[in-house]
């Protein structure tokens, strides 16, 4: 199921990634995906920027303006 | 009768915690209350209930630490929200296994909603670390945290402020057995949210119950428009009745099946969805208006169309706030270009069924 395209506010800042994978365990949707050591979109569409990865990313290397719910 | 509680100096109903509770558990840091795995009829009739909306209030948990099984200073930690139902979810799936678990003060909400509220925080976890003196219960240094939870927590701050280690379990408690047999190692499927027939149907039936009020209120404002059209009183009861059907029709198109039938309506919009099974309504509706007791004339006929497909559309939006797949930047952009029409149409269908019963 997919909601609507390219609203998701959700930012990976790739060069501060050191790729511990803490936000492929914590997303509920998949949105992320391993990419030679780094975190990579594999969607992006399927962020409901929950905000989990943004907050338990030790370098902040992800950022989501998420809502409430 | 209530009393007040040790645990976390809230005044909770002791005696209806009690059935939850078998014996206890004697421990370095003092008794501490073992739970059932199973859950009896006592908890399906509960469950029920909060479900439509009585006792609410029971169903929060006093925080603190727990026993499942007989557990010792090597068992596992599991955190979790103070909700009766999430309480129940997760004892239920713990038969057999020894271990403790810690419930936080979530408000007596769930985890996942109470990580987006921020109730579910790392702060609360590592208040009830310290207050229940974990340290002193378990030899180990980690707990085993929901993934839902994630959203509120930084688990990486945890270790900082108390010595013990956050691990991310499965998202469902189904799964938690399978992710302690696996080394702690949940699987892609244990990491993802789903919502399937079954969970859509589960929250569509309390949206359609929560909003039966609204088809008596549509009643009373067709009695009201019959009167004033001019019928006597025993008629007006009966055209009401016959007018609100269709109405009643559009609640459950749009916070029924709409929900159900989601993946195969097409477009991404919910409100769309919405108003595709409304304009199929209005359209079986309008074919047979004597059934309805509707006033053959165009306008009132339009209005009514209008009306039942603009509600469908409306409840589909709604359904947004129950979904597991919307974000808020998307529900968001989909209110702001879909309300204003709906308003419009609103008015519109309003003018026209009212001037076409009057007229």
Redesign the interface.
């Given at each position: 199921?997919?909601?609507?395209?390219n609203?998701?506010?959700i930012r990976l800042d790739q060069d501060k990634c050191i790729g511990c994978g803490?936000c492929?365990?914590?997303?509920?949707?998949?949105v992320f995906e391993m990419l030679q050591g780094k975190a990579n979109f594999h969607d992006k569409d399927?962020?409901?920027?929950?905000?989990?990865c943004d907050?338990?990313c030790?370098v902040k290397a992800i950022e989501v303006?998420?809502?409430?719910? | 009768m209530k009393k007040f509680n040790a645990y976390d100096g809230e005044t909770v109903e002791e005696e209806k915690i009690a059935p939850l509770v078998e014996g206890v558990i004697s421990t370095p840091i003092g008794e501490i209350k073992r739970l059932r795995t199973e859950l009896n009829r006592r908890d399906t009739l509960g469950t029920i209930a909060v479900r439509i909306g009585i006792g609410r209030d029971y169903y929060r948990v006093p925080t603190g630490i727990y026993a499942v099984g007989n557990p010792t200073e090597d068992a596992l930690v599991l955190v979790t929200a103070n909700y009766k139902l999430t309480l129940d979810h997760v004892r239920r799936e713990l038969e057999g296994l020894n271990m403790w678990i810690l419930v936080i003060d979530t408000k007596g909400v769930n985890v996942w909603c109470a990580a987006g509220k921020g109730t579910f925080s790392t702060e609360e976890i590592i208040y009830q670390i310290k207050k229940c003196q974990l340290e002193k219960l378990v030899k180990h240094r980690q707990v085993i945290l929901p993934q839902l939870g994630a959203p509120g927590v930084e688990a990486h701050q945890l270790k900082n402020y108390t010595g013990f280690r956050g691990v991310y379990g499965p998202v469902r408690a189904s799964d938690i057995r399978v992710f302690l047999e696996n080394n702690q190692v949940a699987s892609k499927e244990m990491r993802r949210v789903t919502f399937t027939v079954k969970e859509r149907l589960a929250v569509s039936v309390l949206e359609v119950a929560s909003y039966i009020k609204y088809v008596s209120i549509m009643y009373i404002l067709f009695f009201l428009l019959a009167l004033i059209g001019g019928q006597k009183i025993i008629h007006s009861f009966i055209t009401a009745f016959y007018n609100t059907l269709p109405y009643g029709g559009a609640l459950v198109t749009g916070a029924f099946l709409t929900p159900l039938l989601l993946p195969y309506i097409p477009f991404r919009m919910f409100s769309v969805k919405g108003m595709v099974l409304g304009l199929i309504l209005s359209n079986v509706v309008l074919r047979y208006p004597l059934v309805f007791h509707y006033v053959i004339d165009w306008p009132t006929l339009l209005g009514h169309g209008i009306a039942l497909t603009t509600i469908s559309a409306y409840l589909g939006l709604n359904f947004t706030g129950s979904s597991t797949y919307t974000s808020y930047s998307g529900v968001h952009k989909e209110t702001i270009r879909v309300i204003p029409l709906m308003v419009v149409a609103s008015i519109i269908a309003t003018v026209l069924i009212v001037l076409g019963s009057l007229f």
């Open positions: 199921m997919n909601y609507l395209k609203v998701a506010a803490i492929l365990e914590v997303c509920p949707h998949g399927l962020c409901i920027e929950c905000g989990a907050r338990n030790p303006k998420s809502g409430v719910g | -």
